[in-house]
């Protein structure tokens, strides 16, 4: 007994080890097909990223006020386009678990559930940011000791919005149809429409900011002008696709002839929808008082945060395409009642990903204090954003995590413990929290950034729990038809 116990710690532990690795590393066949899922939702990603901080670059090259401007009002865009998000994410779910089904007759009911959402959001978003876009502009400008024409950014801020209200609707729709696609397994399709989009976009944000080749020289107008011509491109690229590939795709096929949906399933999406719906509108809204905070430290904040922001969003494409692609793949794997596959897949997807993150968010770090020298700006904002992009940097990994816990929870169905982790959180935690230390204290932008940023790492403590429970390994298509 004595020598059998003395003998187990080298035998146990390297049984231990390998447990270990088989339990978050899959093999070549798991990634092989789990990377095609995620890398065309990277490349899509990360060319619209990439894009989106070429078309920084060239705002930010006219100056502070015409980049801070640009800034604001993409924030209010960002609430939109979150919004859209939600709407899309409870349908989503069925969508995923319908594909996983074989039921094509389902994914066309969400198919159009989907749009009528998309009208009602639009609708909504057109009259709130048409009539008061000004008041919600001026939310973001205020007087520090760095200056900074307030009037000025305001007025860019404004002529920009105006415009890309003329985008909100083709966007919407591209979304229903590439969510729909991608619920499927098509990922390519949408990659080639975004991809293309922002191609245009970066043309036409050249030709029309700057006026080369004989364009005019239109500033921000150009740039959002720019934008629109890429929404309707990406919309007609992905449309045509689908509409001439109905062998392929055969719930496209006479989604228009009826606008009807099953009363028990617009009912059970609504149900579980709903809380998705809401949160994504009240997280946007909360990380939109989150910057409104920060802003009352001076536009120069206001600015070096868009180049932050701007820039990390750059790096952490490959968590959020890979929290994407497990509402795909574990959604699929639900709703083909492989329960025990989902969670196995599930734990590898999440190890992936942070452990992606740890080597982005170092490269985020060592490129921080080279990528602020690119932009027309003052050395304060430059010194700050640096700063700002090393704290994006370390937390790279935690927000890897916490992202891939709540598209766990969402392949589940689990919508109201997702709106619980996410959105309720932020409001609950991060705002007061950020809402007390830029009203009630004289603390610098840098070390009220940091506290706000750390408050990440109860969430992850929580997002464990709540994926360790596997409420969320249901399916929840079973019933349906």
């Known amino acids: 007994m004595v020598c059998?116990?003395?003998?187990?710690?080298?035998?146990?532990?390297?049984?231990?080890?390998?447990?270990?690795?088989?339990?978050?590393?899959?093999?070549?066949?798991?990634?092989?097909?789990?990377?095609?899922?995620?890398?065309?939702?990277?490349?899509?990603?990360?060319?619209?990223?990439?894009?989106?901080?070429?078309?920084?670059?060239?705002?930010?090259?006219?100056?502070?006020?015409?980049?801070?401007?640009?800034?604001i009002a993409n924030q209010l865009i960002f609430v939109f386009n979150l919004t859209i998000f939600g709407g899309l994410s409870g349908a989503s779910i069925f969508g995923a678990q319908f594909a996983g089904k074989k039921d094509m007759n389902g994914v066309r009911h969400v198919l159009r559930f989907k749009l009528i959402t998309c009208a009602l959001v639009c609708a909504a978003a057109l009259i709130v940011l048409g009539f008061f876009h000004e008041p919600l502009l001026k939310l973001f400008l205020h007087e520090s000791e760095a200056g900074g024409d307030l009037a000025a950014t305001l007025a860019h801020g404004s002529e920009y919005l105006m415009i890309m209200l003329l985008g909100l609707v083709p966007y919407a729709v591209s979304m229903c149809y590439a969510s729909s696609l991608r619920e499927t397994g098509e990922t390519f399709i949408p990659m080639v429409g975004s991809g293309s989009a922002v191609l245009v976009n970066l043309l036409f944000n050249y030709?029309?900011?700057?006026?080369?080749?004989?364009?005019?020289?239109?500033?921000?107008?150009?740039?959002?002008?720019?934008?629109?011509?890429?929404?309707?491109?990406?919309?007609?690229?992905?449309?045509t696709y689908a509409h001439t590939h109905t062998k392929r795709f055969p719930f496209f096929k006479g989604a228009y002839s009826s606008l009807r949906v099953p009363g028990k399933l617009a009912k059970d999406i609504i149900i579980k929808g709903t809380p998705l719906l809401l949160n994504e509108a009240l997280w946007s809204l909360g990380m939109t008082v989150m910057t409104q905070c920060y802003s009352t430290r001076g536009l120069s904040v206001v600015a070096a945060q868009n180049i932050s922001s701007t820039v990390s969003n750059l790096f952490n494409i490959v968590f959020m395409s890979i929290g994407s692609s497990i509402s795909i793949i574990v959604g699929n794997l639900l709703g083909a009642n492989k329960l025990e596959e989902a969670k196995d897949s599930d734990r590898k997807i999440i190890a992936l990903s942070v452990a992606t993150c740890l080597f982005f968010g170092a490269a985020l770090a060592v490129f921080a204090p080279f990528i602020p020298r690119l932009y027309k700006t003052g050395e304060e904002v430059m010194h700050l954003a640096t700063r700002l992009l090393w704290v994006a940097a370390f937390m790279m990994p935690f927000y890897a995590f916490t992202h891939a816990c709540y598209f766990t929870l969402r392949s589940g169905g689990q919508t109201r413990i997702t709106m619980l982790f996410d959105s309720c959180y932020v409001w609950a935690i991060c705002i007061p929290v950020a809402f007390c230390l830029s009203r009630f204290t004289a603390l610098p932008i840098l070390p009220l950034y940091i506290i706000c940023c750390s408050l990440e790492l109860i969430k992850c403590v929580l997002g464990y729990f709540f994926v360790k429970s596997e409420r969320w390994v249901v399916n929840i298509v079973k019933d349906e038809g």
């Not at 670059?57 to 800034?71: D, F, N, P």
């Not at 006026?211 to 919309?235: D, H, Q």
């Open 207 to 239: 030709l029309l900011i700057f006026g080369k080749f004989g364009f005019p020289a239109l500033g921000v107008v150009g740039a959002a002008v720019a934008t629109v011509i890429s929404r309707f491109v990406e919309l007609a690229i992905i449309v």
């Open 4 to 71: 059998y116990a003395g003998m187990m710690p080298n035998g146990g532990g390297s049984m231990r080890r390998n447990g270990f690795l088989k339990k978050f590393i899959g093999d070549k066949a798991f990634y092989k097909a789990a990377l095609a899922i995620i890398i065309p939702v990277v490349v899509q990603n990360g060319i619209s990223q990439f894009v989106s901080v070429l078309d920084n670059l060239m705002v930010g090259r006219m100056g502070t006020e015409q980049m801070s401007g640009v800034a």
